[in-house]
């Protein structure tokens, strides 16, 4: 028996958000209570939140909505290609690029959980069990590396659309691979390629979004301000999401191989949370002020400066002591 299935079966039985006695777990499972004691400190460490009772056994703190590969399935055309439903790995990106050789354009995962999971510039991505998003997809683009320029942009904007569509109301894009909700973070896009110029090259799209975050991730330190469905008041089905976004995602890439992202920037430009708007844009050390003017045809930020606009290729936006 692999290591993560006795875990894996247990957050299955509290996935219910009611007590569950360690007596009953463990004639269930068929182990001891002491071992059932073992594996929810594991269920602990993948970010959950257990809480226990004496005379009454553990419960989580809330239900979980687990990913089902056939609840995902029913959402979709029976052509739509594939998706596996992961439940603990490393890195969704990982994974993918492990397989590329294997892998068709559109192929797609979906994780319960990651244990190394990642952000741009090495950043780590806290991908606590069950709560959130971690989706990624492969794509080979034959026009080589050259081709890839904003397509970080494409994905923010498919993936707004996609939750306006379920009901997200203020959701916005931050350039040049952020989405937030009422001024704070909700999700974050990395693209990793591999692939010479003059070449094709092969990527991997990771996705996160922050549906719920449980109390004991919240106290972990993440460096910027987020937030979450669940904090904005909204309940969304976690499967429908994930077969609404392996769509969205498979469609504008088509249109962004033909057309590039000239077909993109309206519908960019409609949903950019800081058009018009003073902000702050870090490049390395540097900082330079502006008013942010969008993006050009390339996916550079467009920054005003004593009216000349200069477009940018690198960096982050901030606010900050704007």
């Known amino acids: 028996m692999k290591k993560s299935q006795v875990p894996l079966r247990l957050i299955n039985i509290l996935a219910d958000g009611i007590f569950h006695s360690g007596e009953q777990l463990g004639e269930i499972m068929g ?13 602990k460490s993948w ?12 419960c989580l703190t809330c239900p979980l909505q687990l990913l089902d590969e056939k609840k995902i399935r029913s959402y979709m055309p029976s052509d739509s290609g594939n998706i596996e439903v992961l439940s603990v790995i490393d890195s969704t990106n990982q994974y993918l690029l492990e397989r590329m050789n294997e892998l068709q ?3 797609a995962c979906v ?5 190394s999971g990642r952000g741009r510039r090495g950043r780590q991505w806290v991908s606590p069990f069950g709560s959130n998003i971690y989706f990624s997809m492969f794509w080979r683009l034959e026009q080589g590396p050259e081709s890839v320029m904003g397509l970080s942009l494409v994905i923010g904007t498919a993936i707004t659309e996609v939750l306006k569509q379920m ?6 894009v931050k350039w ?6 009422h001024g704070k973070k909700l999700a974050g896009i990395l693209v ?4 010479k110029m003059g070449d094709a ?3 991997v799209m990771g996705i996160g979004i922050n549906i719920l975050m449980p109390i004991t991730t919240q106290k972990e330190s993440i460096n910027q301000d987020w937030t979450t469905l669940q904090e904005a008041g909204i309940t969304i089905d976690r499967n429908k999401l994930t077969a609404e976004l392996f769509a969205a995602l498979k469609r504008d890439m088509i249109q962004f191989e033909k057309e590039g992202l000239t077909a993109f920037i309206d519908r960019w430009r409609q949903l950019d949370n800081y058009c018009d708007c003073p902000v702050k844009l870090i490049v390395g050390k540097k900082e330079i002020r502006g008013i942010a003017r969008g993006i050009d045809s390339q996916g550079a930020l467009l920054l005003e400066q004593n009216g000349t606009i200069k477009a940018y290729s690198g960096g982050e936006i901030s606010l900050r002591g704007v």
């Open 105 to 107: 354009s559109g192929d």
């Open 167 to 172: 009901g997200v109301e203020d959701i916005r």
């Open 111 to 115: 994780a319960e959980y990651q244990y």
């Open 47 to 58: 970010g959950l939140d257990v809480f226990s009772l004496s005379g009454r056994g553990y």
């Open 201 to 203: 090259v092969q990527l």
């Open 31 to 43: 182990i001891s209570r002491t071992a059932i004691n073992k594996h929810i400190r594991t269920i």
């Open 192 to 195: 990793e390629l591999t692939g």
């Open 176 to 181: 040049p691979n952020d989405l937030y909700l």
